[in-house]
């Protein structure tokens, strides 16, 4: 790995958006990549350097590049919960039906950690399939969810987009059977509703 790539990582890593400028001024490639296939602008997501990610995208970096994780820039935003780096992506055209390692788009992680503000956010500027046959945004909020507020109201976001709720897990279990098993009452009644 040449020295100017080197550097553009650890520029993208440190979220040095002036030293990213730099090093891809001298050369160094927007697809360069560490030990673990993580490119630049991959670095720049995971730690929500948004303005490294704004120079890394400009000069066209790949927001579908995917590490050994199977992580990808567009991915990681569904984890993160970051509105303001799945801003800056959403101009190099993400492919909204790649998969994490567990076969989930970026909604479902962040159904799961009750990043409410990204989901309302991926729903109104993206056309993001949630219902994804197999495993969905809906069900990872019921199971993985708490409960609380915050899954209540990515529920009701996800009902509103389109979610249909009678869509099962693998094994046949609804996200209303669940939220019941669970004793999630305000998710069981949201759930009947859409019925």
């Avoid at 001298?26 to 303005?51: F, I, K, M, N, Y």
């Avoid at 949630?130 to 409960?147: H, K, P, Q, R, S």
């Amino acid at each position: 790995m040449h020295d100017r790539d080197r550097r553009l990582l650890e520029a993208a890593r440190r979220g040095d958006a002036a030293e990213v400028r730099a090093a891809l001024d001298a050369g160094a490639s927007v697809e360069t990549c560490d030990e673990e296939l993580r490119s630049p602008l991959l670095l720049a997501a995971l730690h929500d350097h948004v303005q490294a990610a704004r120079v890394l995208v400009s000069a066209g970096a790949d927001p579908d590049a995917q590490d050994r994780r199977h992580d990808s820039p567009w991915l990681v935003t569904g984890v993160t919960g970051s509105v303001a780096m799945m801003r800056v992506l959403l101009p190099a055209g993400p492919d909204l039906t790649l998969r994490n390692r567990y076969g989930g788009v970026s909604v479902i992680p962040a159904g799961e950690r009750g990043h409410v503000a990204y989901v309302r956010a991926v729903l109104r500027e993206t056309d993001i399939d949630v219902n994804d046959l197999g495993w969905t945004a809906l069900l990872e909020a019921v199971i993985l969810g708490d409960g609380g507020r915050a899954h209540q109201e990515i529920v009701e976001l996800l009902l509103a987009a389109g979610a249909r709720p009678e869509l099962a897990d693998a094994d046949g279990v609804t996200a209303l059977e669940h939220a019941e098993r669970r004793g999630f009452d305000a998710l069981a009644a949201l759930l009947k509703a859409a019925a």
